[in-house]
């Protein structure tokens, strides 16, 4: 029995070890490069430091407690008291815990409210705007001031607030820097809201943490942050050298595919921005065919077909489909 | 289980299995509330969402709607009524005030449907816009309960016509009773938030 | 259905999937031909498929469960193998999501929850001191229709193709627009037919509890799993209604067209969201709950004392079942709704912490001055505690909404709800079964055996999901199947996957040891070999299908440890023995399961004719069961004589505790 006890304790005991190492080592949440993700670094510290005590305190109790009440050779005879409770002891536990809540949800409401507003110490700079649009399985960024758009990558200042407004063309992604900030989902129809900080030039890698079906994996970007000038320089040599972004090249880039780096020198804002409640749908079912039984799809009004699209194969067409081919979205759609 | 007989209680609630049956139902109604307001929650969150189809004030029909209600609130009554006759233990007077009480429930169905006809052809179908399905699927769930509930009625007339009035048959009557009163009330809250309030904008 | 197109309706083309089909037909086969072959089908029919018996329910949800952790702990192993090393290529990335996603939804509604379902049938009657529940044809009726969701859903990935959009079923992408196969069809149907049978577990465990209990045994006696589980069952008719009408939508939108959560025509990805998890975050306390209240049997029985706060604990676990009905908002966070909203959730979720400190303390004061017996079923108890306590501190952390923002959708997310529904409903449901078997089987499950499956089983699973905790902390995100060598994620990866495997090593001990147990363990037992407390210990192991020849009365708290105390209503006098009254079996819940299987299969492949023409079966199901009058039978006084004789001894004693 002795040596199960012993097992059992060394066992749990290295637990609260790993956990404390944990702080100390490199992991990206612990390693912040802004404002925004420091203050959430801040929280999470202050509450790991109560955790560990909890988890301390019921770890030593529970290791006393199985020690000295194991069943021995020598206490076979011993028959445990009757025992109800204890009123004094069952408060002390639950007024605690509610003490501990207090500690926790005070700065976690701070930071929340924190979160939505430019960081401290900022305040002063106008912040640059970028709106984010999520599609499957790409990211595409929008600096509406700079009437610049890019693909999977985004270039901003160092030291200065970036408004990122995101949405998706379809399904549910969330926009997660973890060096600079903490995560939000991008919605089609929906606009949200994340607003972030870098302090030093680099380069932070930014992700989709939200599954959103088979190209989910690998649907990651690169946040560079420059200095102002380097920013600057980089907008005017996209502005000389970027090609044009057309509205049938943004169709032909909506698909679900893996894209590299694209760069143009408008945006696809001046046709269709998915975060307005009626903005045009650009879904195409077709083109998610993959395995298995097929089932029947429905036909929407203000659907984007393409009857070009490749994967769509003769035996997956369906008659509804027949119907509305040669609509190609865009603006002329936009008016329910 | 059948033991535990108590006769100074009415018919339904006799016997202990009985007693089980009427609570449990009562559960059960628990839940179909939560079913239903969760239907008026998602009719509630997305009972703006024309998409560019019709709205309320386009199809809504509220003079066929007011004698719907009438019909069903009338048949709510008639229900209480055939209970009042069942406690008399009359089973004739309550056979016919639950056929009463079904032909007002079918005469309900049918105007509803009719209903339903009228929306499909103005082109509003459950399909139009994310309101018509919400409202499309609150209405329809309610009609599917009424339709359930007549057919099980009819099944629980034929036993009482073979068996007569015994604790069973009493309780499953009783059960039924239940039932229809509880569509009733959900009728009301259709009739107020999605009819009423449609109307009002 | 003249145009089925055979070569999608197999799925056809993996190798591993191909070994799945043959295995699944072989196996089949040889159920079928060994029933035959040892003239088994009556006895199968008669015994098990038609019983109304809630033991026997019991235990078939129990084998149920078992069989649904194989397949889910499948999945889990190939998970793990696939993401062992940096751009492995063992699963495609559609692969690895049909199988994520049915490894969540299997653990989860087919395996934890019929587990604990399994439990409660076999004990709660007996706790309560009655002779079944209070409907027992119904009772039937809800396991075949869980059988039938079950199997329904585990033929997807043969047949037709895997749900593979999450065990969330997140909008838009589980809609039409983003999943035309039918595959998604296949989880909002099975989960809507188990769901049905669910639900009358609940009204049915309801009723039972509140009009079933024995002469004496008010609310505040009822032992802690009776009260756990009617608190359960009061959350399930709370909260599955909203799952079914979410379900029910989801069929409108996937088959007809309708616009509830699509991006077209006005939908709102956000209500599913919101649906799922009103249902979803009770659901976790549905398995939870019960869970807890295994553990306080069991550490009661084996510290040899009361349980310690009982008042409280009932309070904590109301309070725990009110507060999971207002923290739903918790799993998004991140979806925008302002800091106001999420500064209520946050509190709310933080709150939950507080009962179920109490809880834990007040097991650990149950122990305190007691005298510990480190069997099989109180290791899982033990265990439970510290390895709980990290997922509650953890599930602390991450209800703090800013500090979600940082572990949102990652794998420390993943290692937190493994550190919760692990230790809160696997460790549980292993407690239960080494401490309820021999009630079930009349004979223990091996000790030295259990001590095995313990310690691979608890080491495998901290080695597997400690891990995860750091990784996500370092940026890994959860459901994604390959990651780059640059990431640095490798080391502890690998780690994970090598843990995986002990934990299935413990897994294969324990199913090892069911089978060395039945046969080779002593059948020579005693009726109460544990020395326990509570109500089903008074009678026979295993128990005879009238549960009790003479209905116990109930003076105190742990009935049953207080009648041996005081040695009073533990014989039975031949004069006391009167006729039992007991339910007729049938072969309705049967047949409904057939039907419901048939119909369903039809609307997962949209054919709307044949799941019409099918559906009128389960009309005339329902019509049959109205006209059925079966009144049961009575069993004959003589009949009860002789079973009881079979273990009492001569003076109508119960055998004492025999060491």
């Known amino acids: ?336 | 289980m059948s033991a535990n007989v108590n006769t100074s209680l009415p018919l339904e609630y006799q016997t202990h299995q009985s007693r089980m049956n009427i609570l449990g139902f009562w559960i059960f109604l628990g839940a179909e509330i939560v079913l239903f307001a969760t239907l008026f929650a998602v009719y509630a969150v997305l009972y703006q969402n024309y998409a560019g189809g019709p709205t309320h004030q386009d199809i809504i029909m509220i003079k066929e709607v007011m004698i719907q209600t009438l019909l069903l609130l009338t048949s709510s009554f008639t229900c209480g009524l055939a209970i009042y006759e069942m406690r008399r233990n009359n089973v004739k007077g309550l056979i016919s005030w639950l056929v009463i009480t079904l032909l007002l429930g079918a005469g309900f169905l049918f105007m509803e449907i009719n209903e339903f006809i009228h929306y499909i052809h103005e082109g509003a179908t459950m399909q139009t816009s994310a309101f018509l399905s919400s409202f499309f699927v609150l209405l329809g769930t309610h009609g599917a309960h009424v339709t359930l509930g007549i057919g099980w009625a009819i099944i629980v007339i034929i036993q009482l016509i073979k068996r007569g009035l015994t604790p069973v048959t009493a309780r499953k009557i009783f059960i039924i009773g239940l039932y229809w009163h509880f569509l009733d009330v959900v009728w009301i809250f259709i009739f107020t938030f999605v009819y009423l309030k449609g109307m009002v904008g | 259905m003249g145009n089925i197109k055979w070569d999608e309706f197999f799925i056809t083309g993996d190798p591993l999937i191909l070994g799945a089909q043959v295995s699944i037909a072989l196996t089949m086969l040889g159920v079928l031909f060994g029933l035959t072959y040892l003239k088994k089908w009556k006895w199968i029919w008669r015994e098990w498929i038609t019983t109304v018996d809630h033991k026997r329910i019991g235990i078939m949800y129990i084998i149920a469960a078992i069989l649904m952790f194989f397949r889910g702990g499948i999945d889990g192993l190939l998970m793990k193998a696939q993401t062992s090393r940096p751009e492995m290529g063992l699963l495609s990335s559609q692969h690895y999501n049909e199988i994520f996603t049915t490894h969540g939804v299997i653990m989860i509604l087919f395996m934890a929850m019929p587990f604990l379902i399994g439990l409660m049938n076999v004990v709660i009657p007996l706790q309560i001191g009655a002779r079944d529940v209070a409907f027992p044809q119904l009772n039937a009726l809800s396991f075949w229709l869980f059988f039938s969701g079950a199997m329904l859903f585990n033929i997807s990935f043969v047949i037709g193709g895997s749900p593979d959009a999450g065990w969330t079923s997140y909008f838009p992408l589980a809609g039409k627009e983003f999943s035309p196969s039918i595959a998604n069809n296949y989880y909002a149907i099975a989960l809507q037919i188990a769901g049905i049978g669910t639900l009358m577990t609940g009204i049915n465990f309801i009723v039972t509890i509140l009009k079933m209990r024995t002469k004496g045994m008010t609310l505040m006696r009822m032992p802690m799993f009776t009260w756990t589980a009617l608190v359960t069952s009061g959350i399930i008719v709370a909260a599955f209604p909203i799952f079914t009408v979410a379900l029910a939508l989801m069929k409108f939108d996937r088959l007809f067209g309708t616009h509830f959560f699509t991006v077209s025509s006005g939908g709102s990805d956000m209500l599913w969201a919101n649906l799922f998890w009103l249902w979803g975050h009770p659901e976790v306390y549905i398995v939870a709950l019960p869970a807890f209240g295994i553990f306080s049997e069991v550490i009661a029985t084996f510290s040899r004392k009361q349980l310690f706060g009982y008042k409280s604990m009932v309070y904590a676990t109301v309070g725990i079942a009110l507060l999971s009905m207002v923290v739903w908002v918790h799993h998004f966070y991140t979806m925008g709704s302002g800091p106001g909203v999420n500064s209520f959730f946050s509190l709310t979720t933080m709150l939950i912490a507080v009962p179920t400190g109490i809880k834990i303390f007040n097991w650990l004061f149950t122990m305190r001055k007691g005298r510990i017996k480190l069997s099989s079923a109180m290791l899982w108890a033990l265990a439970f505690i510290p390895t709980f306590t990290i997922g509650g501190v953890t599930g602390v952390m991450l209800a703090m909404g800013a500090a979600d923002f940082q572990y949102h959708n990652t794998l420390f997310l993943v290692a937190h709800f493994h550190y919760v529904l692990i230790p809160g409903v696997v460790f549980a449901v292993f407690a239960g079964l080494y401490y309820w078997w021999p009630k079930m089987f009349g004979h223990m499950l091996n000790e030295r055996l259990g001590k095995w499956h313990f310690w691979l089983f608890n080491i495998g699973f901290n080695v597997t999901f400690m891990p995860m905790f750091f990784l996500g902390l370092n940026g890994a995100v959860r459901r994604s199947y390959t990651y780059s060598a640059e990431s640095g994620f490798a080391p502890l990866f690998l780690l994970s996957a090598i843990g995986s495997v002990i934990l299935a090593a413990g897994f294969a001990v324990f199913c090892y040891n069911i089978y060395w147990s039945i046969r080779y363990a002593d059948r020579n037992i005693s009726s109460d070999p544990w020395d326990a407390r509570t109500l089903e210990w008074a009678t026979a192991s295993p128990v005879q299908h009238y549960n009790f020849a003479k209905l116990p009365e109930v003076k105190s708290f742990d009935a049953f440890w207080q009648m041996k105390k005081n040695n009073e209503g533990l014989t039975l006098k031949d004069s006391e023995i009167e006729e039992i009254h007991m339910p007729s079996n049938s072969g309705q819940p049967f047949m409904m399961c057939v039907i419901f299987g048939v119909v369903g299969f039809f609307l997962v492949f949209e054919w709307f004719i044949p799941a019409a023409i099918a559906s009128v079966g389960i009309i005339v199901g329902l019509i049959y069961r109205s006209f059925d009058y079966n009144d049961g039978y009575h069993i004959p006084v003589e009949e009860i004589s002789k079973t009881e004789s079979t273990w009492r001894n001569e003076k109508g004693e119960v055998h004492k505790h025999v060491g």
């Open chain 1, 1 to 336: 029995m002795l040596k199960y006890i012993k097992l059992f304790v060394a066992l749990f005991a290295v637990i609260p070890v790993l956990l404390l190492t944990g702080c100390e080592t490199n992991m990206v949440v612990f390693e912040p490069q802004g404002p925004v993700a420091r203050s959430i670094m801040e929280l999470i510290n202050w509450s790991l430091m109560w955790m560990l005590l909890v988890v301390v305190v019921v770890f030593a109790m529970f290791g006393f407690i199985v020690w000295k009440y194991r069943e021995r050779k020598e206490n076979m005879n011993y028959e445990p008291p009757e025992e109800h409770g204890n009123t004094l002891f069952e408060i002390i536990w639950t007024a605690i815990p509610i003490l501990i809540v207090i500690a926790l949800i005070i700065p976690t409401v701070k930071t929340l409210y924190a979160l939505e507003e430019v960081p401290e110490g900022y305040e002063n700079e106008e912040p640059l705007t970028v709106h984010v649009t999520a599609a499957d399985w790409k990211w595409i960024f929008s600096y509406p001031e700079q009437g610049i758009e890019t693909v999977n990558y985004v270039n901003i200042p160092e030291d200065r607030p970036v408004n990122f407004k995101l949405t998706s063309a379809g399904t549910m992604q969330s926009f997660w820097v973890p060096a600079l900030a903490g995560q939000k989902y991008a919605m089609a129809k929906m606009e949200t809201q994340l607003i972030l900080v870098a302090e030093n030039p680099g380069s932070y890698v930014g992700k989709n943490s939200n599954f959103n079906g088979r190209g989910y994996t690998g649907m990651e970007f690169e946040v560079l942050a420059q200095t102002q000038q380097d920013f600057n320089q980089w907008i005017a040599d996209v502005k000389n050298t970027a090609p044009v972004l057309t509205e049938e090249k943004y169709e032909e880039m909506l698909k679900p595919t893996h894209l590299g780096r694209l760069t143009f020198k408008n945006t696809h804002l001046a046709w269709v921005n998915h975060a307005d409640e009626d903005a045009q749908t650009y879904t195409n079912p077709e083109l998610y065919r993959y395995n298995g039984y097929q089932g029947k799809t429905f036909e929407e009004e203000d659907n984007y077909m393409n009857e070009n699209s490749e994967t769509e194969s003769g035996d997956h067409h369906h008659e509804e489909n027949h119907d509305d081919h040669g609509n190609h979205g865009g603006d002329d759609h936009g008016q329910h």
